[in-house]
Each structure stands twice: as structure tokens, then as C-alpha cells.
């Protein structure tokens, strides 16, 4: 502060001129060494000649300015703070903190500089200045907390390994016009933009399946799904960033920027290297901002070997045969992310063929397959799945693939074309593979219908693997086992392992997930029951007479192999206590 400043308080008595003299003499000497410069308010603070608070209580007074209590403040608004430069609220110690029409309101720590810091503001900004005074330690915390927190996301970006950033280049699509040229112009130039990029490189990287970002009242927080897991990525931001992100993802992904009032989806192209990887992003409207999740669809991720899948050699031998069937239905079921697209793509890949015709109708088409015709589902055209099936059968296709049967209709024509002389594969959400079966009698089939075209039915799941870089054998409690009614020769002979962590599987103990099925063939047993409507629990009771494994005994088998633990067991299929009480043997 100024020499102005010493002189008002020796006026009202606050201070001495001796005591003034010392600090001004002080201040001399701190200049003359070449120390940085210090005002005279400082010095007198720091003298224990006068407190912080009793000054700027005094200065507040006495320039008629309000005294603010920043430390008050948790949050200001983006668009508030982004009103004046960083550099400039550092340069002249001020704060902005709100901004009502054409009047922005800030918060100085030198009233002698009122004047100055005024007239360069209002020249920036083209706006009113109305001013208010808080202490210098607190402008100090505020531009810490406020601005240099701000470098928060430099220093994310500047941690990215620069590998996963290289080649990193969005794949810009015909798209509408999706918002005002202004906001588009303050997006395409937002610093969020190679944040933003650098976190679903990161993700691709590590073969994330998903990317989550939410906001909550104060600070916005970046999840990855990790074999099935979420896990936080990084320390949350905060919460001011929440509409910068949101508005590069949507700009990227083709969507509305301004629309925050309801869901949209989109779909995002990125090229790394020569790579190329879909994203399908989608928004939603939360009390705090928007959510956002992208679905990270990279093909070279995918796999299509069934051998490779997780099943257990009788069950492989099910599966091929049903699908080498020249015709019938095909069903999978399961939760979503259950792996079903990764099984139905692996079995249209063994029967893509140039002498077969295969044709799928998908809502949406998550991977591209070459030599397969693929057809996206747009409700809002009147492409549905029933309006796309009808079409298919006038496209002598050898095998359908339908993405999920949902209602009668739907199912009637998958139906008919499985009775008709073709291959038809689709999918349900169902617990179990015989619930599929009654799932379809309560849609609206016949059961001579369900039980004339179904030839398979699989349930399936997926487990972590135990981390081949780091797994070591492992004791489990014999207690725990044989309250999951192991047998004594099973628990001899199991091979138990843990991963006990390390960098390639960010020290969790699993890299990669397998599938475990449960697989009921339809033979004749079953077909006369299906006809005789019967229920879920009688045809499962048949089907593990008949050698089925449930999906709670594939997953034992996993974990007597090794190749998954007894959490992962329980995590996925439970303890198995509602199924057949001997059906573990045999």
C-alpha cells in the first residue's frame, strides 16, 4: 500500500508517525536490497503494529467500500471469473465474484488502487465496475483457490504420458448446425478441449469399456469402467469446469451445447495412430449439471474367437452346433454388459461367409463388420425392429441377427423366420436361460411357436480374470468353501489364485474379463415341455438333468481353475443357494 495509506492512519490515531517511520524505513531497505516490494500496510501487519482485520475494517470505512468476507465464497460462477484474465486478477490482486447484467462485482485489497484498477477492467470487459474490499490474505486464498486451481487441468494435461495424446485426432462428420456461433467459437477454444482428448486417450489406452463424468455440488468427478469395475480417475475438479466439459463432448458428438434440459445421444470418431475407436456418448440432465458417459467401442479390443470367450468344452460344442443349425432361433440372455454383443459378433463372424447372406438389426450398431449387412435402428424414421425384419425377409437372408426381441411383434417375425428356413440370433433380459422361454409365452408366442423354433438358449456373465503378471496360489477359507458345498476331491484338487497386484493391472488383481454361460439346448424333453407350459423352474430342473451347467456352477469351475476368484464368484452369480441342491455332481 502507498505512503497515502500510513498518513490516514496516523490521522486517525491508529498509528504513531515513530511507528510510521520505522516501517517506511524498513521498506527502504527491503527495496534498496533488491527484495521484492512491500506495501506499508504489509509491513505494520507484519510489525504487530496494527492487525489485518482492524485495518481493512478501517480502510472499509474509510473509502466507503464494502468489507467482503471471501473465505465465505466456495464457489463462482465459470463465466464470472473467466471475466477477467488470470493474469490480470493476479496482477492487480482482484477477485470477480458476481456479475448481474452489465455490472460485474469485484473484490481489491488496495483502495488506493480503486481508481486504476477500475478504468483497465471496465476497458476489458466493456462493463460497470462496482468494487468491494477484502483483506490480502484472503484475495491471496481466493486467487489460489479460484485461479490457480484453474492450472488444475494444465497440470492433468501436462501428466498425460505425451504417447497417448499423439495421433489423438477427432474425426469430424457432416453434422447440423448445433448452436450459436458464439458459444461454438468459445468451445472450439476452450483449454477443455485437449483435457477432454486426453482422458479418452488415457481410456482407450487402458481398454476402458466406459468413461463417466459427473457433477455434484462442488466438484466434478471422472470414473472409468475397468473390467466391469468403475474407478475414479484422478482428484475431482471443480464443479465450475462442468460446462466446459460438457459442451466439447457434446460439440464433438454432434449434439445441441445449449440443450441441458434433456437427454441426447450421440457418437464421437477418434483416429489414434492408425487406429480408429467409436465413442456413443450420452448426456443427462442432473440437479448439479449433466452427466456424461461414453461408451468406448474399440474394434481391435473385440473378440472373436469363441474358444477364447470362456466356455467349458461341452458347452462350445453346444454353441457350434446350434449355430451351424440351417435354421431355428438363437437366443442369449443377460444384464447389459453382460458381453452379449461380444458373443453374437463372434458367432456372425464364424458364419460370415461369402456363400451366406447374414443381415442384423441393431439399436445401435456398436462395431462394423466386414462383409456383414448392418442395419441401425431410428425410431424417429419409423426404422424399427420389426419394420427392419419384415424388410430383411424379402432379402434372402441365410441369418438374422436381431439386437433384442422387446415386444410380440418383434418376436412374432423373429418367430416365423426362424420357422421359415433361417438362421435368427437375438437377445432378451432375462436371469437365467430358462426364463427366456416364459419370457417369450408372456410376450404373446404360442408355446408350440417358442417351442417349434428355439434350439438354444444361453444365459451369460462376466468375471474378472486373476491377473496373469501377478497371480500366486492362494489358501481359501475351508469354511467358505464348504458353505458353497464344495467337495472335498474339488477342493483337493483346486488350483486357487489371487493376484496380489501390480502396474499392469493398476495393483487390483485382475486384467480382463471371460464369460461364464449357462446353455440349454432345446431337445425333445424340453420342446414337449415348453408345449405343456412349463414353468421357468421345471425346465431348469430338466435342463440340469440333462448336464446343463448354471451359470453359478460355470463360475466354480473358473475358480477351481484359477482363472477367476471366489469374490468374483459371489460378485457375479451368487452363493447358488436357490439352484438344485446335488446339481454339482455329475
Not at 138 to 161: G, H, M, P
Not at 242 to 253: E, Q, T, Y
Not at 317 to 336: H, N, R, V
Not at 428 to 434: C, I, Y
Amino acid at each position: 500500500m502507498s505512503k497515502f495509506i500510513g498518513e490516514i492512519l496516523i490521522e486517525a490515531g491508529i498509528i504513531t508517525n515513530d511507528s510510521l517511520k520505522v516501517a517506511l524505513e524498513q521498506q527502504k531497505q527491503e527495496d534498496s536490497s533488491g527484495n521484492p516490494h512491500r506495501k506499508i500496510g504489509e509491513i505494520l501487519i507484519q510489525n504487530n503494529l496494527i492487525t489485518e482485520d482492524k485495518l481493512y475494517q478501517f480502510l472499509a470505512f474509510k473509502f466507503n467500500l464494502e468489507l467482503v468476507d471471501l473465505s465465505l465464497y466456495e464457489d463462482i460462477p465459470r463465466n464470472v471469473l473467466e471475466s477477467i484474465p488470470q493474469s490480470i486478477a493476479i496482477q492487480f490482486k482482484v477477485i470477480p465474484i458476481d456479475m448481474l447484467g452489465k455490472t460485474l462485482s469485484i473484490v481489491i485489497a488496495d483502495p488506493n488502487e480503486k481508481n486504476k484498477i477500475v478504468s483497465d477492467l471496465q476497458f476489458r470487459t466493456g462493463l460497470e465496475i462496482e468494487v468491494m474490499l477484502s483483506t490480502k490474505t484472503q484475495i491471496d486464498e481466493a486467487l489460489k483457490k479460484f485461479y490457480q486451481d484453474s492450472s488444475r487441468v494444465t497440470e492433468e494435461i501436462a501428466n498425460l504420458e505425451t504417447t497417448l495424446l499423439e495421433g489423438a485426432t477427432f474425426i469430424e462428420e457432416t453434422q447440423e448446425e448445433k448452436t450459436e456461433d458464439a458459444v461454438q467459437a468459445d468451445v472450439e477454444s476452450s483449454p477443455m478441449v485437449k483435457y477432454v482428448k486426453g482422458i479418452i486417450a488415457k481410456a482407450v489406452s487402458r481398454m476402458v469399456s466406459d468413461i463417466h463424468i459427473e457433477v455434484f455440488e462442488k466438484q466434478l468427478r471422472v470414473r472409468y469402467r475397468l473390467d466391469g469395475m468403475l474407478v475414479q480417475e484422478g482428484d475431482p475438479l471443480p464443479a465450475k469446469y462442468k460446462d466446459s466439459i460438457s459442451a466439447v463432448i457434446k460439440s464433438m458428438a454432434g449434439l445441441r451445447i445449449d440443450e441441458k434440459r434433456v437427454p441426447q445421444d450421440g457418437r464421437i470418431k477418434m483416429r489414434f495412430g492408425t487406429k480408429e475407436v467409436d465413442f456413443r456418448v450420452s448426456t443427462l440432465p442432473c440437479i448439479h449439471g449433466e452427466k456424461v458417459v461414453m461408451r468406448i467401442l474399440d474394434k481391435s479390443n473385440l473378440m472373436l474367437d469363441m474358444t477364447k470367450l470362456g466356455f467349458e468344452e461341452a458347452q462350445l460344442k453346444e454353441f457350434m452346433k446350434a449355430i451351424e443349425s440351417p435354421w431355428g432361433m438363437l437366443l442369449i440372455t443377460g444384464p447389459t454388459g453382460s458381453g452379449k454383443t461380444t458373443t453374437l459378433y463372434s458367432a456372425l463372424s464364424n458364419l460370415n461367409k461369402t456363400t451366406v447372406n447374414i443381415m442384423t438389426a441393431e439399436d445401435p450398431v456398436e462395431y462394423n463388420l466386414k462383409g456383414i449387412n448392418q442395419v441401425q435402428i431410428d425410431n424417429a424414421v419409423g426404422m424399427t425392429f420389426d419394420a427392419a425384419l419384415k424388410a430383411f425377409l424379402r432379402q434372402d437372408p441365410d441369418v438374422i441377427m436381431v439386437g433384442e426381441i422387446r415386444d410380440f411383434p418383434v418376436a412374432e417375425i423373429a418367430v416365423k423366420a426362424a420357422l421359415t428356413g433361417h438362421l435368427v440370433l437375438s437377445t432378451l433380459h432375462t436371469n437365467d436361460a430358462p426364463s427366456s422361454i416364459t419370457r417369450l409365452v408372456d410376450i404373446g408366442i404360442e408355446p408350440f411357436l417358442v417351442a417349434s423354433s428355439t434350439i438354444l438358449v444361453m444365459a451369460q456373465r462376466l468375471v474378472r480374470k486373476v491377473c496373469a503378471k501377478c497371480a500366486e496360489e492362494t489358501k481359501v477359507p475351508m469354511a467358505e468353501l464348504q458353505r458353497l458345498h464344495f467337495t472335498q476331491e474339488e477342493i483337493q484338487s483346486g488350483n486357487f489364485k489371487k493376484g496380489k497386484g501390480c502396474p499392469v493391472c493398476n495393483n487390483t488383481g485382475y486384467k480382463g474379463r471371460l464369460a461364464v454361460y449357462e446353455i440349454m439346448p432345446v431337445n425333445e424333453e424340453i420342446r414337449e415341455m415348453i408345449t405343456s407350459s412349463a414353468t421357468a423352474v421345471d425346465l431348469k430342473k430338466k435342463a440340469i438333468e440333462n448336464g446343463m451347467y448354471t451359470l453359478h456352477k460355470s463360475a466354480r469351475l473358473k475358480f477351481l481353475k484359477g482363472m477367476t476368484t471366489l469374490e468374483e464368484v459371489l460378485r457375479v452369480t451368487g452363493t447358488g443357494e436357490d439352484e438344485i441342491s446335488d446339481f454339482y455332481e455329475g
